[in-house]
């Protein structure tokens, strides 16, 4: 499984995440991933510098 998700923050810097899981049970990781990605979202649109 595989992730990947960028965003521009107000000073037009390209803020990115990427995650890869190998194993088989990697499905169980989603949520996980899924929560970190916002994470970093909702940080790059809330700072202002």
């Known amino acids: 499984m595989a992730i990947a998700s960028w965003a521009l923050s107000h ?6 995440v990427v995650a890869i899981i190998n194993h088989a049970q990697a499905g169980a990781a989603r949520p996980a991933l899924d929560a970190r990605v916002q994470s ?3 940080d790059v649109h809330h700072f202002k510098p």
């Not at 000073?11 to 990115?16: A, K």
């Open 11 to 16: 000073n037009r810097h390209r803020e990115v």
């Open 40 to 42: 970093v979202l909702r």
